[in-house]
DNA sequence: TTTTATCAACCGTCCAGACGGTACAGTCGC
DNA sequence: GCGACTGTACCGTCTGGACGGTTGATAAAA
């Protein structure tokens, strides 16, 4: 069960399944997700499905499973990718935040993101506890980079911001925007002059 | 039995309804706002919150117009509490973010927005069209603050954090996180040394 | 003044459809 | 033979919504 990056179709059920859900959530919202529509979008009868994940809470706590480790290993990868010193971290943040991990084709890691996100917190708040927990180590190793407690409580939240106005489409920062905020954030993680 | 036996709420049936739908979605989360739950909460028949709001959709679109009016309101009396000059908008989203708005017992302005943005959100992305059209106007004003671009995106997004941690309680900020944040981005407001 | 008509504001019931989930017999590749 | 499915049929529950009352206030007609 591991990750055979091989051509488009032949990947194993359970993840193709896996992805449909998340195929469903973007394309449809969160009310299009059903067991049917999940198995069909899988190219899987539905006993199938429910072969795989017995309940749609399993269903759910799955692919909620496979975003939060998904998450950590692209968090570590980030934090690696940055130079050591203060603001390690924070630069992880930012790098991550703007989009600068991988190069996945068409629907990128934030989308993703959010699709599971709004599907595990709509049937229960709780399925978003393996994140919560994630959220937490990240936010203690940010609050200990090194750098002032209000500019990482900054970097955090303004992150979080901008996932959020993504996720919900509420608007959509142009160019100069980013690269603006970009450049504040920056400078935040600057020693003091 | 219209207006003889309420004492304890004198408030018109449509509100009590509106009023009903917040309390659901934060009592029972989205899936627990249904017609029926909602007339009960009420106080009213199903046929009675239909006879107010055709459906389900309208019912939505209501509570979601309700809001955006309601924080339109409530951002143009931040605005005037500021003193005049740079930053009067920006600290005006920040009072906002850190709750310093009214003082309404029981539900503070968050949690209620927080519910109609996910209930609005859940049943069809396009109800929350008339947030949307207020964020921008309010952006809009951030942008032109006389202060730098970078500063106002900071704001922008990060009260637009604060406000998602709060939203799906992915942490809670400690009250220490809360000053070191406040006092950055007061810090951002004031002119270049 | 009495009767009748109209109207908004509800009430309570019923229903078709969808959904999650079960059951189970059969198929195909290893 | 066995695990990994497929396909169909089915069940109980819930939901949005339709529909036909009922009630009390008000207005018009007698």
Chains 1, 2 share one sequence.
Not at 74 to 102: C, K, L, S, T, Y
């Amino acid at each position: 069960m591991h990750r055979t990056m091989d051509a488009p179709p032949p990947t194993d059920a359970r993840t193709r399944i896996l992805d449909a859900v998340e195929a469903i959530v973007l394309a449809r919202g969160v009310g299009g997700l059903t067991l049917d529509a999940a198995a069909k979008e899988a190219g899987v009868s539905k006993g199938g499905l429910l072969y795989h994940f017995g309940s749609k809470e399993a269903l759910l706590t799955g692919v909620m499973e496979r975003l939060s480790t998904f998450i950590a290993a692209e968090f570590e990868a980030n934090v690696a990718r940055q130079p050591e010193g203060p603001g390690r971290v924070a630069r992880a943040f930012i790098a991550w935040a703007f989009g600068e991990a991988d190069c996945s084709p068409g629907h990128d890691h934030h989308d993703r993101a959010a699709a599971v996100f709004l599907a595990a917190f709509h049937h229960d708040p709780a399925l978003l506890d393996p994140m919560r927990a994630q959220i937490a180590r990240m936010k203690d190793l940010l609050l200990n980079d090194g750098i002032p407690h209000g500019a990482a409580m900054i970097v955090m939240t303004a992150t979080d911001g901008l996932f959020m106005a993504h996720l919900f489409g509420l608007y959509r920062p142009t160019e100069a925007d980013l690269r603006a905020l970009r450049g504040s954030l920056d400078a935040l993680l600057e020693p003091a002059p």
